[in-house]
């Protein structure tokens, strides 16, 4: 499949101008609306102490009249940096490169593009003397949208990003088979940009009132992920941890745990779960094995090592994706203390750790 897709992870203040206190206060600390009126302008302006502080105000302030918030507009822009670097399959990115090579890529708080920054510093010290460190400064920052330059941006990217989303539903739609991984993988492609692009809706929405009218022809990410589940629902994985160890390297209970974790990060994807691990007769049926080992270690402190080996069969037994982890904990006087973190770093894994991170890239890896 071939397409380009906008990235929406990488933008946040661009570049901060310090005014300093010798110059005269600009007219936008004093009266925003008259420099910047609202019919042409997102702007807000925030003061602290300190300049992080200030920044910090801002952007929680520009937020706000996104109807959201920091947290979920990074998680958003970090989920897309996801999508993004984990696709394959011919799905190119040169407008993604364009985006980041506009942006502060040190910058610390991300999900809006098109933000334009200005930093005033208030020094209140008379005459020339140096104040002592933060003290008698009041920093202002200003930070602002063009709505009719950022609106042609989101607009661009939606309707990019739409037209990518209405292939991966017309791939799938195509696959013959039910219960095929083929099918589940372009929709969960499609779900995980539709969910960034609904925020980019949302975004324009605020920009441009008159978007409400221009919504996607797909609907929404939910509507998608009704589809995926559906797909899903025809999947049934056989969870088989530890077949080719003895219960000597990996105690009944160790085994309990981490076939539990396996099953619940798959039934959290909304697939059917078999503890036997075998096969279910007819399409859709495919087993997933794990060899779990753990090495105990006594040296000046005790550590124990965990190895991973796990791959995801289908019907005819060919491994449609495998994984591979090691790594060491430990515990500076308990080997049996140290035996329980490698056990418990493993199950995590396949809860949301290095595991579940890299299945869910997979997923995007369009075929």
Not at 74 to 81: C, N, P
Not at 249 to 267: E, I, N, Q, W
């Amino acid at each position: 499949m071939k397409g380009r897709l906008f990235l929406f992870a990488v933008t946040m203040f661009v570049s901060f101008v310090p005014c300093l206190s010798a110059q005269r206060t600009p007219d936008w600390v004093n009266n925003l609306e008259r420099v910047y009126p609202s019919r042409d302008w997102i702007a807000v302006v925030a003061e602290g102490p300190a300049q992080a502080q200030a920044e910090a105000a801002a952007m929680s302030a520009l937020a706000r009249v996104f109807r959201t918030d920091v947290s979920s507009l990074s998680h958003s822009a970090q989920r897309y940096t996801q999508v993004t670097s984990g696709s394959t399959g011919g799905i190119t990115f040169n407008e993604s490169r364009n985006f980041q090579q506009e942006v502060n890529l040190n910058s610390n708080i991300r999900g809006l593009i098109g933000i334009r920054t200005e930093v005033f510093i208030l020094e209140r010290t008379p005459g020339n003397m140096r104040p002592a460190a933060g003290d008698n400064r009041t920093y202002y920052v200003l930070a602002r949208m063009n709505r009719r330059e950022c609106s042609a941006r989101y607009s661009a990217m939606i309707k990019e990003n739409s037209s990518i989303i209405n292939r991966l539903l017309t791939s799938a739609s195509q696959v013959s088979v039910q219960g095929s991984f083929s099918a589940y993988r372009r929709l969960s492609f499609a779900y995980s940009i539709a969910q960034v692009t609904d925020n980019l809706q949302l975004i324009l929405e605020v920009l441009d009132s008159s978007a409400v009218n221009q919504k996607p022809a797909y609907g929404s990410a939910n509507a998608i992920k009704v589809k995926m589940l559906e797909a899903a629902s025809f999947i049934t994985i056989g969870i088989n941890v530890n077949t080719n160890l003895s219960p000597v390297d990996l105690p009944l209970a160790d085994k309990v745990l981490l076939t539990r974790a396996a099953g619940s990060f798959f039934m959290g994807l909304g697939f059917n779960i078999n503890e036997q691990g075998t096969l279910v007769p007819g399409h859709g049926s495919y087993v997933f094995s794990v060899n779990a080992r753990f090495e105990e270690i006594s040296q000046s402190i005790f550590s124990c090592r965990y190895y991973l080996n796990a791959a995801l069969t289908d019907e005819n037994d060919s491994a449609i994706f495998s994984f591979t982890e090691d790594d060491r904990k430990a515990h500076p006087n308990n080997a049996q203390e140290a035996r329980r973190l490698a056990v418990r770093a493993a199950e995590e894994s396949f809860k949301e750790g290095k595991f579940a991170k890299e299945f869910e890239l997979w997923l995007m890896r369009n075929e």
